[in-house]
């Protein structure tokens, strides 16, 4: 027998091992504790994504979620209208007491700025009571949102002191206050296992949770629950979409989005969706399974011929971004297009929506491609393109708020900082920190290249890598440079307590002082040093979310690295501020940009 025959037998005997041989072949990717714990790093989790071993590949890596809280904008309809319960004339639940246990704060009227807790909802007439009434009644048309919450740690229930709406664990979690707050819960098992509800209240000491919505009783003692956070997105060749727990590196599911293609965009979620794109279509899947609920052909009403026949008006361009309420993406075209993820209503008949989900809404039209992600604020959107312009438009009704001019092509993703400044990287070597309702320039700071990369916000501090490799640390109030440091070339990958965290041309792994900028680790180092090698690693992440390290293969190897004892998640952004866009009441003091952290609680 030759030796090529032999060697013919072998490669086809390897093509079909089953899942669990395929992923055993990639151990020897895994970095071993001690080339990790000489760089004060160790593993968050390792997970392998399961490909078809003929082809396929991973060709994008994407984090969403946040655990923010949702805001449900609705108006007062009609009468009867007390101080303790009225109607509404908007696209709320149909379920009944579905926002029992949120806070319903009015944004607009007489009563603007007061809040009080819902006590009873009745889904067919939107019918809210609360449980102390409010100093007068509103008035029809009067403006309310409700915060309800958006967004795995897992625990049992102790002792069986529990309500509909309190229970304790006898699981070791976070030693900090409302830790958990804004994130889902769900039980795993018991009578209870599948329900879901929000998060209000965590008190560490006693790991007592409050949630938003009663539950249907009382959980048992022993109950297994779970919480959910982020999502990690996988997208192959293949157009298979793999979901992760991005804390925990549990498989969640995988979709199939349609064509194979070798262009895709990062993926968005809200509380009950994930949004993503495929060549010409948007697709909406149900965040907790993965079912595809509705597709939508990336176009509006307004496509001209001559841009259908070029085949430029339908090819996604920018990742999708989402609230609870629209997905947008840009396009080749130069369009920005707004699709609805809920029903829409008629407040006259509650039962047939006006248009269902997944529904054309908007389009704003620039004269570039729009590779930058928008981003949503409440009541208005932000969004960048080529063309050297940062737009910022109203969702409802549509309309164009202002176009600020850089002087350069806008590639990279913008920023948020605080409540109302939005971080613009331009070609024109400018980061500038714009107002997000005035269009201002608060501040702006040359950095002697071009700028393709998103500023990472942490705390008050923003980091920025040019085209050229020069790293700066900036106050993100002022503008004031910090420090700057030249890096080569380089990917921000995370930002943690104390150290920045960067990815090589080469794909090394090299670690800045967030201090003074002072290099402590460069790639050399890091390689053959400390014997960290992920250069097979070849596709990463930027994290704005919190302190993790994502890496991964194009054979389908995750990694996710952590500081040495950071057993949670160090958010990059206080989860007790107000959220960007927020428009304080009126007579109500504009709260700082970005508070420290209270004493305990997780720094940025």
């Given amino acids: ?54 082809g396929e590949r991973v060709i994008a890596l994407s984090l969403a979620g946040r655990g923010n809280i949702e805001r449900s904008p609705a108006r007062v309809h009609s009468v009867p209208v007390t101080g303790s319960g009225f109607l509404s004339s908007s696209n709320l639940s149909p379920h009944d007491d579905f926002y029992t246990g949120a806070v319903l704060v009015f944004t607009g009227g007489a009563l603007e ?44 229930v102790l002792n069986g002191r529990a309500t509909t709406t309190t229970f304790l664990s006898d699981t070791p979690l976070s030693p900090v206050d409302d830790f958990y ?22 008190e560490a ?41 991005a804390e925990t590196g549990q498989y969640l599911w995988v979709a199939n989005i349609g064509r194979p293609s070798v262009d895709a965009r990062g993926a ?29 052909p990336l176009q509006d009403p307004s496509t001209t011929i001559t841009e259908r026949f070029k085949g430029l008006s339908s090819l996604a361009s920018s990742d999708t971004a989402a609230d609870e309420h629209h997905v947008a993406v840009g396009l080749r075209s130069g ?18 929506p006006v248009k269902p989900a997944g529904s054309f809404l908007w389009t704003w039209k620039t004269n570039d491609w729009i590779t930058s992600k928008p981003i949503f604020a409440d009541k208005v959107v932000a969004f960048a393109s080529r063309d050297s312009k940062l737009y910022v438009a109203q969702n409802q009704p549509p309309a164009l708020l202002y176009r600020f001019k850089t002087g350069g092509p806008i590639t990279g993703n913008i920023a948020a900082y605080g409540t109302r400044t939005v971080l613009v990287p331009s070609a024109d070597h400018v980061l500038y920190a714009v107002d997000l309702f005035t269009g201002d320039v608060q501040w702006q700071i040359a950095t002697g290249a071009p700028l393709s990369q998103e500023p990472l916000v942490a705390g008050d501090e923003v980091y920025v890598v040019n085209d050229r490799g020069m790293l700066f640390s900036l106050d993100a109030r002022s503008g ?40 402590l680790a460069d790639p050399r180092m890091t390689l053959e040093r400390a014997g960290l090698n992920l250069r097979d690693y070849s596709l990463s992440l930027t994290n704005n979310l919190n302190d993790r390290i994502y890496l991964i293969t194009s054979s389908g190897s995750l990694l996710c690295l952590r500081e040495m004892g950071q057993v949670y998640p160090r958010p990059n952004r206080d989860p007790k501020l107000p959220h960007f866009g927020y428009i304080p009441p009126e007579g109500e003091a504009t709260p700082p940009q970005q508070a420290p952290a209270p004493e305990g609680a997780p720094e940025a």
């Fill in 335 to 352: 369009k920005l297009v707004a699709f609805s993820t809920r029903d829409i209503i008629d407040p006259s008949n509650y039962v047939i």
């Fill in 205 to 245: 000491r006693t790991r007592r949770f409050t949630v938003a919505e009663p539950f249907a009783s009382a959980p048992a003692d022993g109950d297994e629950f779970a919480i959910r956070g982020a999502m990690l997105f996988i997208q192959t060749n293949r157009a298979n979409l793999h979901a992760f727990d």
């Fill in 268 to 296: 968005s979620v809200n509380a009950n969706g994930v949004y993503v794109t495929n060549l010409e279509t948007l697709y909406a899947l149900d965040r907790q399974t993965g079912r595809i609920t509705w597709t939508a």
């Fill in 480 to 519: 004031q440079v910090r420090w700057s440091i030249p890096t080569g070339g380089g990917k921000l990958l995370a930002v943690g307590r104390e150290r920045i965290y960067l990815e090589s041309r080469t794909r090394d792994l090299f670690i800045v002082s967030r201090a003074n900028g002072a290099m």
């Fill in 181 to 202: 707050v804004g994130s889902t819960l769900v039980f795993n098992s018991g009578e209870l296992k599948g329900e879901a509800r929000p998060i209000i209240g965590y």
């Fill in 1 to 54: 027998m030759s030796r090529r025959y032999c060697l013919a037998l072998v490669w086809i005997s390897l093509m079909a091992l089953p899942a669990w041989a395929q992923v055993s072949l990639s151990r020897n990717l895994v970095p071993t504790r001690s080339a990790l714990g000489r760089l004060g790093l160790e593993r968050q989790f390792y997970a392998a994504v399961p490909l078809d071993l003929s």
């Fill in 113 to 156: 700025g007061q809040e009080r807790e819902i006590a009873g909802y009745k889904g067919r007439t939107r019918e809210f009571t609360f449980r102390t009434p409010f100093p007068a009644a509103p008035a029809e048309g009067d403006p309310f949102e409700i915060k309800g919450f958006n967004e795995k740690i897992t625990g049992t």
